[in-house]
């Protein structure tokens, strides 16, 4: 089967790569049902580095796995480059999830018996997107860009918390996906080391990567360019950060590249 690819800047009504309408999700439960979000309306532009923000229970992970296709909605849709999520069947879903959208979890999910080079390599086989003689060397690449390439033959457990968040994202940009999406991704890291993971965050927004991160930290979230808070499965606001930006608002134009996106760039 064809794999379907993001189209292009101009693929997509008025710039928007990611449209959330009207979403609804109620989750079932003996009495009378959680909703857990009562009425999403989003629109995510190409290139830009979006927090979503609120407390525990406000609805963050079920919107990111409406998203990524993990879940489906009870009404409404979630449209990525103008493909209809959950239209597909799950086998199309599953396919266009490992070409197009990069994951990053709170907790990693890296497979704890493969090394890190083939946590990475394992993404590509999936989706049949390199040919299987560059894909170790692109993995390494990749791991040279997230600063862990001497540790690649490995297991996860042999590094640290941080190291694993950054072959998790290496592995998010396996098959060089025009989004990357991330719930709580440094919920489980001390501050530190966080800040050194939004930094690679950022290094992805300066090259066009279009980035959607999750957070309940207000401090973190401060580092995206656009803010939206949620409560109780609502939006309730939505702002340009104050600080300067790291990565790009709606409509402005791409940062010249500095010295970190040209090493990534070497890498991609
Ligand atoms: N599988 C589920 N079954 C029932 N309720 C759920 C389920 N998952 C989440 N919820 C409820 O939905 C609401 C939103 O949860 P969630 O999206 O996980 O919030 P957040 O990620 O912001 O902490 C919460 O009230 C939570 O308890
Ligand atoms: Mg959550």
Redesign the pocket.
Known sequence: MEIAKIAGKNGHENGALIKVKDLVKV???AANG?E?LKGINLDVHEGEFLAIF??????????INMITGIDSPDSGEVQIGGVSVHSMSDEELTRWRGRNLGVVYQFFQLLPTLTLIENITLAMDFCDTYQLAKRSERALQLLDQVGIREHAYKVPSKISGGQQQRVAIARALANDPDVIVA?EPTGNLDSQTADDIYDLFSDLVSLGKTLVI?T?DQEIAERASRILE?SD?RIISSRLSDTPSNGRSAGEAAPSPNLAPQRIHAAL
């Open positions: 989750y079932p439960t959680v857990a609120g407390k525990s229970g406000a609805g963050k992970s079920t919107l719930d999750v309940h949620i499965g």
